[in-house]
């Protein structure tokens, strides 16, 4: 039996006052989970994308690539921040589901493919 299967067949045979100790458990769990994640996306996500997008802006790749990818750097950073010193800033939705999940991943592959193509070509030597 899976711990999923074990903890739903507690609270559906857990008493009105056990339920209501569980869901006390629950919240505790979800509240110490919440800070280090938002800290997490802000370091691992925010921070190395608004860096590697200055980095293209100070290298030779496009510069609306290096340019966007500090944006999305800082956004991701600060609305992580933001949600955790203010909760009701933004909708955690936002910063996960499509700040973290999407954009700066397609951000990523992006950088990828213009580090690819820059690689591809021949190094001319300077004089």
């Not at 500090?70 to 910063?95: D, K, N, S, Y």
Request: charged share 10%; aromatic share 8%; proline share 7%.
């Amino acid at each position: 039996m899976q711990t999923d299967d074990i903890a739903s067949a507690a609270a559906e045979s857990a008493g009105p006052t056990q339920r209501a100790d569980l869901v006390v458990v629950a919240r505790a769990v979800a509240e110490t989970t919440y800070g280090p994640s938002l800290v997490g996306m802000a370091l691992l996500v925010g921070l190395p994308v608004l860096l590697f997008g200055l980095a293209a802006v100070a290298d030779s790749y496009p510069s609306w690539l290096g340019w966007a990818g500090a944006a999305i750097g800082a956004v991701t950073a600060a609305m992580a921040v933001g949600i955790f010193l203010w909760p009701p800033v933004a909708p955690g939705a936002l910063l996960y589901g499509v700040l973290g999940s999407i954009v700066a991943q397609l951000w990523l592959v992006g950088a990828g493919v213009a580090m690819l193509r820059r690689s591809a070509r021949p190094v001319v030597p300077s004089s």
